[in-house]
Structures are given as structure tokens and as C-alpha cells.
T-cell receptor
Framework: DGGITQSPKYLFRKEGQNVTLSCEQN?????MYWYRQDPGQGLRLIYYSQIVNDFQKGDIAEGYSVSREKKESFPLTVTSAQKNPTAFYLCASSLRHTHTGELFFGEGSRLTVL | GESVGLHLPTLSVQEGDNSIINCAYSNSASDYFIWYKQESGKGPQFIID?????DKRQGQRVTVLLNKTVKHLSLQIAATQPGDSAVYFC??????????FGQGTTLQVKP
């Protein structure tokens, strides 16, 4: 079945460590996104990519980095520079020029910093 | 900056009743307004959207209403079922797919 796969589902990290969250899609979508979700809040955009080898910062990019070497993959690295990294991270994809806002989301990765 | 907000954090309804979830937005330049459903521990799922030049759109058991005069968006769910229990987010779409999400309303369906 087509969809978006995020891994790991749960991740624990010590302060000062970088961690990379995986996101893979087989929907043949050009655009991919990373959102952060905190308890009781909506989703906030971290980074997005409309095409391979290109990506742009979202509203809260500080302390995060991404790469888009393949159409199917859009990994997110949470660096030690991120002050408050504990959160639920959601990856999504869409058709490149979608104006409707229909994004397809993965199941999420929950990161906890100890 | 621009933001999309929901009026109530929690809504409790009886199974079989109709549910109405409300949302206020501030960016009148957005192209589309969208509703997502998020079940516990999962990613959001697209429910329905409405273009900014429309007032109403119907789907299967759901209706979205857009009032641009007062910048208000609502989602109506007919004959609410236990499976409808989730957090519902409204969002506005601008600049080719980038979304601004509201804070979410938790819908609780009582048997």
C-alpha cells in the first residue's frame, strides 16, 4: 500500500546528542514536509521540500536540519542546538503544486530528551 | 503573525447527535481552508477542504461552512459515531501547500 513511513516511532535522546528521524514515502509525491506538534497545540512547520535537492525553512527551523537527496526520502536531524526538542514530529507529503492543502501524514515520531 | 484558532478545546456530544466544531481564522488571503482529524498517537488525516470562493461544501456525513465576513470556519458531523472521537484541526493553505494549523478541538462521543 502507498503511504508514508516514519521511524522510529519512539526515540529517547540525551541532551547534547543529535538524532535523525526517518521519513520515506512511496506515493510519488514531489513535496515533503516536517511538522512539530506539542501537547495541546497545532502543528508548526519546520522544513519543507518541493523537489529533490531543494528545501526551505519553515517557521521553526532553528536547531533542525534536513536533506532531500531522493524523492522518496526526507530525513530530519534534530541537533543539539534545538533548545526544547521533546515533541511529536510529523512528516507529510503532497503533490508539488497542491493548493488545497491536502497533505498525507505519517504516523509520527515521538522524541523525548532525557 | 497570522494564526488560525479554534473556539473550544473540547466538545462532548452524544452518539447519534450532530457535532459542530468551530474555527476562527485571521488570514483573509488564504486559498483553501481544510479540516484534519487526528486520532490518538497517529498523524492527521485529511477530511475535507473548501476553497475561499465557496460558502459550503459537503462530504460524506461532513459539511464545512465558510463565512468570510466574520472569518469563521465550521465542520459539521452528522450522526456522530464513536469512531469520530479524535482531535480536529482546522488549517488554512497559503503559498502552494504550506499550512497554518489551529490548536485543535477534542471531540468526545458519549455512548
Amino acid at each position: 500500500d502507498g503511504g508514508i513511513t516514519q521511524s522510529p516511532k519512539y526515540l529517547f535522546r540525551k541532551e547534547g546528542q543529535n538524532v535523525t528521524l526517518s521519513c520515506e514515502q512511496n506515493l510519488n509525491h514531489d513535496a515533503m514536509y516536517w511538522y512539530r506538534q506539542d501537547p495541546g497545540q497545532g502543528l508548526r512547520l519546520i522544513y519543507y521540500s518541493q523537489i529533490v535537492n531543494d528545501f526551505q525553512k519553515g517557521d521553526i527551523a532553528e536547531g533542525y536540519s534536513v536533506s532531500r537527496e531522493k524523492k522518496e526520502s526526507f530525513p530530519l536531524t534534530v541537533t543539539s542546538a534545538q533548545k526544547n526538542p521533546t515533541a511529536f514530529y510529523l512528516c507529510a507529503s503532497s503533490l508539488r503544486h497542491t493548493h488545497t492543502g491536502e497533505l498525507f501524514f505519517g504516523e509520527g515520531s515521538r522524541l523525548t530528551v532525557l | 503573525g497570522e494564526s488560525v484558532g479554534l473556539h473550544l478545546p473540547t466538545l462532548s456530544v452524544q452518539e447519534g447527535d450532530n457535532s459542530i466544531i468551530n474555527c476562527a481564522y485571521s488570514n483573509s488571503a488564504s486559498d483553501y481552508f481544510i479540516w484534519y482529524k487526528q486520532e490518538s498517537g497517529k498523524g492527521p488525516q485529511f477530511i475535507i477542504d473548501i476553497r475561499s470562493n465557496m460558502d459550503k461544501r459537503q462530504g460524506q456525513r461532513v459539511t464545512v461552512l465558510l463565512n468570510k465576513t466574520v472569518k469563521h470556519l465550521s465542520l459539521q458531523i452528522a450522526a456522530t459515531q464513536p469512531g469520530d472521537s479524535a482531535v480536529y484541526f482546522c488549517a488554512e493553505s497559503y503559498d502552494a501547500g504550506k499550512l497554518i494549523f489551529g490548536q485543535g478541538t477534542t471531540l468526545q462521543v458519549k455512548p
